[in-house]
């Protein structure tokens, strides 16, 4: 049943042009760090200690969560109170620190507070006496009404373009989180006459893309599943994570069942990981429990994923407790968000009643080298025989197991399979496989790369691993003039005249890299001045 679940999948991606080639995003997500009360000082510092120290394992992306924004349905109006020199000085320091920056939005609601409801109701979906339709109230404080946005209206639609425009344009803003499209999915009244909830959806989603050009990332959040595919880059796929590990336990059996979704619907979003105590609880009857075991298994659960791999953590405690920071820069679960594949759950549809959901996955990452990861979700510990041969790994073949997470864990190999005998409760154990009868590789990697330039000219280089080949983890370049770049897809220019040699390494997850090396002859000369008869007005393309 996982072959037809891929099949499935990747019919989606065939047919409804699935927009799956972006990077993974690896970075910091402040939802599970502050939940609404973030402030402008907290997200400073966190950037700060993110650039300082994360930014070169790979962990680039910074998303602020909500809290920022006046109100919902206004998301260009900072909120002072929190954010008293706005998001631009915010966003533009982030960036300076050489980070991407992320907001988060709920693109269809609409709350009593907010401008198009002062000025607009005409904008909001309603019903048949033409009143707009209530869905709710915002963190059930009773004075925020929440409303559906008509995203058929002429109106409406251009005011989400100058949103979205000025989210991209004047922040800086490079990933945007669209969050409770499931609550705002409702049946009313529109603009267009006999457009159903998920129409509406899918042309709110088109205006927005086109809004912000197709460089942007789109994240859906509270959605449903299919019908945004085409338009976002990244999908959520689980329940909320948070400081605890019964939360990761829920967000686990979502994880595990949209394994397929990954890079055929979207990259998969599992929300992210949590592995600091905390004294912010999103609900009031929660409690921070977070041992080391429940700490590895959210950090696990979201690298399973093979999608986007978020901090959910004060990133400055963080830095002060060694043994959860030692797992966020662990190398290993690193590199199984970079390779970018799902884990398998193994069990989805066969899990030991016991277990009570699946807990077993299984990656092979190359010809040499695979990841089994099995999770305790019980209170009793566990034990469980995998049989290599059941993991689909060649036999006779002689075989190396180490614990990812504790090096000096003893993993049982033996009678061709991996023994796992009395598994803590609540616990993970991830386990890398290496079969020695096949040699550590370098990646294969296919580049394009001009042989000739102008001066000031802009060029572009590009590098990818052979797929089914060694996966490549990392990408960097010495542009031969005292320049560098960290990413498969580079542009840049040359000012002078020249012989130059490109040189690019890739790392691979065998842990052996490859090189290359380009010439590139640059000719011409800069000019003083240009010719004022040349000049053109720059136009705004419509779709950036």
């Known amino acids: 049943?996982?072959?037809?679940?891929?099949?499935?999948?990747?019919?989606?991606?065939?047919?409804?042009?699935?927009?799956?080639?972006?990077?993974?995003?690896?970075?910091?997500?402040?939802?599970?760090?502050?939940?609404?009360?973030?402030?402008?000082?907290?997200?400073?510092?966190?950037?700060?200690?993110?650039?300082?120290?994360?930014?070169?394992?790979?962990?680039?992306?910074?998303?602020?969560?909500?809290?920022?924004?006046?109100?919902?349905?206004?998301?260009?109006?900072?909120?002072?109170?929190?954010?008293?020199?706005?998001?631009?000085?915010?966003?533009?320091?982030?960036?300076g620190e050489g980070l991407t920056f992320g907001v988060w939005t709920a693109p269809f609601e609409v709350t009593s507070r907010a401008w198009i409801y002062e000025h607009h109701k005409d904008w909001l979906v309603h019903n048949a006496k033409g009143d707009p339709i209530p869905i709710g109230d915002v963190w059930h404080q009773k004075t925020d009404v929440l409303y559906a946005l008509d995203t058929t209206h002429p109106g409406a639609q251009e005011y989400m373009r100058d949103t979205y425009r000025t989210l991209v344009r004047e922040w800086g803003v490079r990933f945007i989180k669209l969050d409770f499209m499931d609550t705002t999915a409702i049946e009313g009244y529109h603009y267009r006459p006999n457009t159903t909830a998920l129409e509406a959806q899918r042309i709110g989603l088109q205006v927005i893309r086109d809004a912000v050009g197709e460089e942007v990332s789109l994240d859906k959040d509270g959605s449903p599943m299919l019908n945004p595919v085409g338009l976002v880059d990244t999908g959520r796929i689980s329940a909320d994570t948070g400081h605890s590990f019964e939360r990761t336990k829920n967000a686990a059996s979502g994880i595990a069942a949209?394994?397929?979704?990954?890079?055929?619907?979207?990259?998969?979003?599992?929300?992210?990981?949590?592995?600091?105590?905390?004294?912010?609880?999103?609900?009031?009857?929660?409690?921070?429990?977070?041992?080391?075991?429940?700490?590895?298994?959210?950090?696990?659960?979201?690298?399973?994923?093979?999608?986007?791999?978020?901090?959910?953590?004060?990133?400055?405690?963080?830095?002060?407790?060694?043994?959860?920071?030692?797992?966020?820069?662990?190398?290993?679960?690193?590199?199984?968000?970079?390779?970018?594949?799902?884990?398998?759950?193994?069990?989805?549809?066969?899990?030991?009643?016991?277990?009570?959901?699946?807990?077993?996955?299984?990656?092979?990452?190359?010809?040499?080298?695979?990841?089994?990861?099995?999770?305790?979700?019980?209170?009793?510990?566990?034990?469980?025989?995998?049989?290599?041969?059941?993991?689909?790994?060649?036999?006779?073949?002689?075989?190396?197991?180490?614990?990812?997470?504790?090096?000096?864990?003893?993993?049982?190999?033996?009678?061709?399979?991996?023994?796992?005998?009395?598994?803590p409760p609540q616990s993970v154990r991830v386990i890398k496989l290496i079969d020695k009868s096949v040699a550590e590789a370098a990646p294969t990697v296919t580049t394009q790369a001009p042989a000739a330039a102008n001066t000031g000219e802009m060029i572009n280089l590009s590098a990818q691993a052979e797929a089914g080949g060694v996966p490549a983890v990392a990408y960097h370049w010495d542009l031969g003039d005292g320049t560098s770049a960290d990413s498969p897809k580079v542009h840049h220019a040359y000012t002078n005249a020249g012989e130059f040699t490109i040189r690019l390494i890739v790392d691979g997850v065998d842990g052996v890299p490859a090189h290359k090396n380009f010439s590139l002859k640059v000719t011409g000369n800069l000019r003083a001045h240009s010719n004022l008869v040349d000049n053109r007005r720059f136009v705004e393309p419509t779709d950036r």
């Open 258 to 423: 949209r394994f397929y979704m990954q890079r055929n619907f979207f990259v998969n979003d599992p929300d992210a990981f949590n592995v600091t105590p905390t004294h912010l609880m999103e609900r009031a009857n929660e409690r921070s429990s977070i041992s080391l075991g429940a700490a590895e298994a959210s950090i696990a659960l979201s690298a399973v994923s093979g999608g986007m791999y978020e901090i959910g953590d004060d990133m400055p405690v963080l830095g002060s407790e060694k043994d959860r920071l030692a797992l966020v820069e662990n190398r290993e679960l690193l590199n199984m968000a970079k390779v970018g594949r799902a884990s398998t759950p193994l069990d989805l549809m066969t899990y030991e009643p016991e277990d009570g959901q699946p807990s077993t996955f299984f990656i092979r990452e190359d010809q040499r080298q695979a990841i089994l990861t099995v999770f305790n979700w019980t209170n009793t510990t566990r034990s469980h025989t995998l049989r290599l041969a059941d993991l689909g790994l060649p036999a006779g073949h002689m075989f190396a197991a180490t614990d990812v997470l504790n090096q000096n864990e003893t993993v049982t190999l033996e009678g061709g399979a991996v023994r796992l005998k009395n598994q």
């Open 1 to 95: 049943y996982h072959n037809q679940l891929l099949a499935y999948g990747d019919a989606v991606r065939r047919l409804h042009h699935a927009r799956v080639s972006s990077e993974t995003p690896i970075g910091w997500w402040r939802w599970t760090v502050y939940y609404g009360a973030i402030n402008e000082g907290e997200v400073l510092a966190n950037g700060d200690w993110q650039a300082q120290h994360l930014k070169s394992l790979g962990y680039r992306y910074f998303q602020i969560d909500e809290g920022y924004q006046y109100a919902r349905g206004e998301y260009t109006t900072p909120n002072a109170t929190q954010f008293p020199d706005g998001l631009r000085f915010v966003g533009h320091h982030l960036i």
